[in-house]
């Protein structure tokens, strides 16, 4: 059933055929190819895809390039109906027949009918059967000139025409229309336009399969478009085995919904029918050449492979030339995943698929392909890819060498090649090597809870104690893991003692034992809760150089770190330490980049202290979309408060509900912090929709600690609300002192209580002025909001005065009559807190005078710090020129100055 939503925009896609030509001297037009298809049943809204179609189409030339399923045609179709109401605007979908004189009588006809649409009295484009071929081009691009208005070209499914006579003619209209053509150019593969020319000038916008994918949050909303309902936990699986791609999510949650066979996201895996298999088969295995599908294939058995690699699976010498060929002709499901030699990675739909196909014709040669890639991996010093290789060919004790050898890897990063690459059932338990393996395993297979040796076998090995941190861990029991830990950190020495090694590589080995040691006491520390102790650790691994290159500790210390930050509202020291992870690669473990996930849930933080909430959004769709099973539960825990505390500041209070009270809790005890932390923001969420006394319930909840900072900030809060200022003033945490107390107040002397964070010093300091200046000593009142403001300018932060209420607002106010060394910030602090998100998303007023497409190219250079003359210098102008057009863009936007320029063209979304 179609909404009425999806009932208009059918209905004005019926309107755009009726309007279509159906006549040719020649041949009988097809109207359907003259309008864009009818949305499909539950099409989603994708704001940050037609921004980008918006802003590209300011331009000449806009690319969509992805493989089928990619959404390109859905993502432009209900895109194209709006920008159509605007102004002029023709779609074309291309076919291998549209060839010469039949593909420009379909431009003609399409732009025949737009004009007499859009002005019935202006006369109609040469048609190419009545026009002298050399004259024909010409007059076309005159009467494109000519018109009013640019004309949007939209050319679907241009992978298909390979008439080079066409492309020559389309490079002819770009270049002699006068800027009056704004071509959107949608394919499986780039079109053979001169594309390096507009690179170069700045003037081609390129959305590709990694921008069309969906984020997790957008899996969501088309899985529940369709009516189905599966838990947060099923929608990841999909999302994360669908990669986003559009198609794939869309088909295994109607397999899914039919309630017929399999009814999760793993018993999905290999049933029949599949139908994304069988569409996978037909539009991207299809048109494979044989040898590069026989290669597909027998590589299906790794998640990665190179060149070399491929040749000793094939047994043949052209392993890069097919991998390059699939590469190129299935981008975006066959991705180059970089290095030398270049590693290339198959889209994980894509893989099951080429799996089935060798289990299904070559099931024998499979513990052979295991066996070869074992080999190679062991030659090439890859050891953890060996290991899983090296227990399915059957070579336990080499596999259980090179865990004991490299179990620090196997700890923080986990296993590689291990999508098809099962563990066999019934390793070893007397080997704790194996039994670390196993328990590496179980911990990044969700749903299934890890298991290490039995407490006898080899207690003091480092591989027994890493199994035992890992189970520790995968349970959510802290106080155990820490005293793993610290075991470990005691016991490292240990792995520098492996026989026969030589001793330049045991001391590497001893370094990088040592490191990830720290890193899990550091993250063990992290999740119980003691944010100095954790922070210690991992500055400390964070500042030390990399041992021997690997950098994944560093890289995770610094992710952990970075969030450790942002938690407190540290938000500088948080960026920076978040783009220390972001800017090192991970290593091919299935849970290193993983790692990242903490880098962007620490900046999705970052961005929504500092009240940006669209950045906001991205990077939790960011850090979402990383986590896998085995992801620390101090990111997975604290996710969902993070996405709370954003629909939050939206104001979207039910969301806020759902978020907290449905989201798993990775096995975290009642009184774990994140317990604490989804309880407090609940508390805080009925604050805000008005529900003070389920609000004081929850914060008075005898299983909680009501002296405890955060939970002290929230009632005074609540005192405030109910008009009790004095009260307030009473349960207030000392906020002044970094240390959270002076040596007066007893609550220091408590053992379990946390310093006071930045975070609550800001939110506790901007209570205090509340209330004080409620109870009339404004003097004071303002003496308490600059060392608050003190606290807040250096990190920017914003959110926790935008969102604060009119009181705070009217306090703002009243300062900005006072002497203040925040005076700009203040100003900025009265706008934002006056202005409401429902503010932020009305539809941006028009411009009585558009700016013409030179202006804004300048227009984007006023965001930085050129000067008028560098601007000139860039884009090969006249100094006087690029001040003439920045006059104009100060007079059409109503605006003084530069920086209010830029302020107002980003309101009207022209940035």
């Not at 006068?178 to 507009?198: F, I, S």
């Not at 047994?315 to 060929?325: F, I, K, N, P, W």
């Not at 059957?394 to 050898?405: H, K, Q």
């Not at 005074?716 to 002192?737: G, M, Y």
């Amino acid at each position: 059933m179609r909404t009425a939503g999806q009932e208009t925009v059918a209905g004005q896609h019926r309107a755009l055929r009726l309007t279509a030509p159906t006549n040719l001297d020649s041949a009988p037009l097809l109207g359907s190819k003259t309008a864009p298809p009818d949305p499909p049943a539950g099409l989603l809204d994708r704001p940050r895809l037609t921004a980008r179609l918006e802003v590209g189409t300011r331009g000449p030339l806009t690319l969509l390039v992805a493989p089928a399923g990619w959404g390109k045609t859905a993502l432009l179709a209900g895109w194209f109906v709006g920008r159509r109401a605007r102004g002029s605007a023709i779609w074309l979908t291309l076919e291998s027949t549209d060839r010469g004189d039949r593909f420009w009588s379909y431009l003609h006809a399409a732009l025949a009918a737009e004009t007499a649409r859009r002005d019935p009295d202006r006369p109609a484009p040469p048609a190419p059967g009545r026009a002298d071929p050399e004259l024909f081009l010409p007059r076309f691009a005159s009467v494109i000139s000519a018109q009013p208005e640019p004309v949007l070209l939209v050319l679907d499914d241009a992978h298909t025409v390979t008439d080079p006579e066409v492309v020559r003619g389309i490079e002819f209209l770009l270049r002699h229309c006068r800027g009056r053509l704004r071509l959107v150019v949608a394919g499986r593969t780039e079109p053979a336009l001169a594309l390096h020319r507009y690179r170069l000038t700045g003037e081609l916008t390129e959305i590709r399969a990694a921008e069309l994918a969906l984020t997790l949050t957008e899996s969501a909303r088309l899985v529940d478009a369709q009516g189905l309902g599966p838990a947060t936990e099923q929608i990841r699986e999909l999302h994360h085995r669908a990669e986003g791609w559009p198609a794939g999510v869309r088909l295994a949650s109607l397999v899914l919904q039919a309630g017929e066979g399999p009814t999760t996201v793993r018993e999905y895996v290999g049933a029949d029918p599949d139908p994304a298999a069988d569409y996978l088969s037909a539009e991207v295995l299809a048109g494979q050449a044989a040898l590069t599908h026989q290669t597909l294939v027998r590589t299906s058995v790794l998640d990665r492979v190179c060149g070399s690699l491929a040749d000793e699976l094939t047994g043949r010498d052209d392993g890069e030339e097919q991998l390059a060929a699939a590469a190129r002709d299935a981008a975006g499901f066959i991705v180059a995943a970089g290095g030398d030699p270049t590693w290339y990675r198959c889209h994980r739909m894509l893989s099951d698929v080429l799996y089935a196909e060798l289990s299904s014709r070559f099931p024998d040669e499979i513990p052979r392909l295991h066996e070869r890639a074992y080999r190679w991996h062991r030659a090439h010093g890859r050891p953890l890819a060996a290991v899983r290789h090296g227990l399915a060919c059957g070579d336990l004790s080499g596999a259980g060498r090179l865990v004991d050898e490299h179990w620090p890897e196997l700890l923080l990063c986990g296993h590689e090649d291990a999508r098809h690459t099962p563990l066999p059932t019934g390793l070893d338990p007397g080997h704790s090597g194996l039994a670390l393996a196993a328990a590496v395993d179980r911990l990044e297979t969700a749903g299934r809870p890890a298991a290490g040796p039995p407490p006898d076998i080899c207690p003091q090995e480092p591989t027994s104690i890493a199994a035992r941190i890992v189970v520790a861990i995968d349970g959510s029991r802290y106080d155990e893991a820490l005293s793993h830990a610290d075991e470990l950190l005691a016991t490292t020495g240990l792995a520098a003692t492996t026989a026969g090694a030589p001793a330049g590589d045991t001391q590497t080995r001893g370094e990088r034992a040592d490191t990830v040691a720290k890193a899990m006491l550091g993250t063990v520390r992290f999740g119980r809760g003691d944010l100095a102790g954790a922070e210690a650790v991992l500055t400390g691994l964070v500042t030390a150089p990399a041992t021997d290159g690997y950098g994944c500790p560093t890289r995770y210390a610094a992710g952990q770190l970075a969030l450790l930050h942002a938690r407190r509202g540290e938000l500088t020291a948080a960026y920076h330490a978040a783009q220390q992870t972001l800017v090192t690669t991970a290593c091919p473990g299935r849970r290193c980049a993983g790692h990242a996930a903490a880098a962007h849930l620490a900046l999705a933080l970052v961005a929504l202290y500092r009240d940006e909430l669209p950045d906001a959004t991205r990077q939790l769709d960011l850090a979402a979309a990383l986590i896998v099973p085995g992801t620390p539960g101090t990111v997975t825990g604290l996710l969902p408060v993070v996405q709370a505390a954003l629909r939050q500041a939206e104001g979207d209070f039910a969301a806020v509900t759902g978020l907290l009270t449905t989201a798993p809790m990775d096995r975290e005890p009642p009184d774990g912090q994140h317990s604490r932390l989804r309880w407090l923001a609940l508390a805080e969420a009925r604050m805000a929709c008005g529900d003070l006394d389920g609000a004081r319930e929850l914060l008075l909840a005898g299983s909680h600690d009501e002296r405890a900072p955060a939970v002290a900030i929230a009632l005074a809060r609540l005192h405030l609300l109910t008009d009790e200022p004095a009260d307030a003033l009473a349960v207030l945490p000392q906020w002044s002192a970094p240390d959270g107390g002076s040596p007066a107040d007893p609550l220091v002397t408590r053992p379990e209580r946390q310093p006071v964070t930045l975070l609550e010093r800001l939110t506790a300091g901007l209570v205090a002025a509340v209330a004080t200046h409620r109870m009339g000593d404004q003097r004071r009142a303002r003496e308490l909001l600059e060392q608050v403001l003190d606290l807040a300018a250096p990190d920017n932060h914003r959110l926790v005065f935008n969102h604060a209420g009119s009181p705070a607002r009217d306090l703002l106010v009243e300062h900005l009559d006072s002497p203040t060394r925040h005076r700009n910030l203040v100003n900025d602090l009265v706008d934002g807190a006056g202005r409401r998100h429902a503010d932020r998303h009305r539809p941006a007023p028009a411009l009585a005078e558009p700016l013409t497409d030179r202006e804004l190219t300048v227009l984007r250079y006023l965001q930085g710090t050129l000067s008028n003359g560098e601007i000139a210098a860039e884009l090969f102008l006249s100094v006087n020129t690029v001040k003439t057009h920045v006059r104009n863009i100060y007079q059409k936007l109503g605006a003084p100055r530069r920086r209010e320029a830029v302020r107002r063209a980003r309101e009207l979304r022209l940035l």
